[in-house]
Each structure stands twice: as C-alpha cells, then as structure tokens.
C-alpha cells in the first residue's frame, strides 16, 4: 500500500484545491520555510483522524482551515483526500478488491467534521479501523517527527510497548476485544 495522491484545499496554506503526487516508493517536499511542508504532514495524520489540534500545531480543531493572508479571505472549510494504491491487496479483507483507497476528511467553521471511504460517507472509526495493524495511523511510528526518536528512547516500558504491539500487528486485536468487552 502506498501514498499516490493528497487532494488539499481550504487547509492550512492551501487555500486552492491543490494535487501532490507521490509516483515513486520514494518522494520528497522540499521548499523554503515556511511553504507548507509541515503542513502537508498535518493534513496526512488529520485526514487519518487526528483528534487534538494540539498535534497539528494549532489551539482548536478549526484552525486547520484556512483563516486568510494579506489579499484572500478566510474559507468555510478545509478538505484533505489520500489516494492509496492498493494493486498488491495489501490492504486486505474487505479492501482488498479495491485497487484504489481513497478516505477523505472535510471539516467547517461548525466544527463539523465528515469522513469519506471510496467517496461514501463514514463514521471515523471506519477510517482508523483500516489503519490499524498497518504502522500506519494519526499517531503511528510511520511519521517520524521532530522529538519523536528522544521520546521514543526516553519512553517507559508500558509506551514502547504500544509501538513495539503496533508494529507487530496486534494492536487491531487488542483494541476489538477492548471494544467487545466495552459492549
Ligand atoms: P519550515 O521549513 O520552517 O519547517 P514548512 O514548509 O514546514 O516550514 P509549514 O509549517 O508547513 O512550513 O507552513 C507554515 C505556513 O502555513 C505559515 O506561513 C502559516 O501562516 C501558514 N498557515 C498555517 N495555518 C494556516 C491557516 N489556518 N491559514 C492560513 N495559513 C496557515
Ligand atoms: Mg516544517
């Protein structure tokens, strides 16, 4: 599974429906600061379901969406789509006759937030259920950031263990029985 495609608009510095494209196993965003790198990743763990404005660098969850610059007008909403190309079936169950993943979030002034699977409204759940188990995810080890490696080496037993169990593939078992036994 791989990243093809992120489809940005109305978030952060992106106020024009904008298309990055990832062709390759190995890209890079390169740019002056201050041109949107970062904000690129937030986009990526936000459509993911992050949940604290806090890890996206702002104080609310409707900071993400454009708030104006000398000259633009702030917009009602911002919308982030990934594309995943999944031609191995490496997303399997249920996914695996999806060449395509697309999951996309769009959120406004409101604070409404929706999510969308192949272009068919869903509940946030059914977009980190996917993730789960695949090192891929809001908070994964997949998005190395600044801090991330001290924290990690810093980290008690019981957090490593969180990684080390997402990394093997066990955490979409630990958290469904959470949720049967919640039931
Ligand atoms: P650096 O190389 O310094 O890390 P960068 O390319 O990672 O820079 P970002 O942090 O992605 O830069 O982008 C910062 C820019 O995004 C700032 O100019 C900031 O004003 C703008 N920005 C962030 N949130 C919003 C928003 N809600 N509306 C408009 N612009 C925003
Ligand atoms: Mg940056």
Known sequence: MRLKTIKLAGFKSFVDPTSAHFPTNLSAVVGP??????????????????????????????????????????????????????????????????????????????A?????????????KDITDIFLGTGLGPRSYAIIEQGMISRLIESKPEELRVYIEEAAGISKYKERRRETENR
């Open 112 to 124: 409404r937030s929706d999510y969308f699977l192949n272009g068919t409204r869903c509940r946030r």
């Open 33 to 110: 600061n201050g041109c949107g790198k970062s904000n690129i990743i937030d986009a990526v763990r936000w459509v993911m379901g992050e949940s604290s404005a806090k890890n996206l660098r702002g104080e609310n969850m409707t900071d993400v969406i454009f708030n104006g610059s000398t000259g633009r007008k702030p917009v009602g909403q911002a919308s982030i789509e990934l594309v995943f190309d999944n031609a191995d079936g490496s997303l399997g169950g249920e996914y695996a006759q999806y060449a395509e993943i697309s999951i996309k979030r769009v959120v406004t002034r409101e």
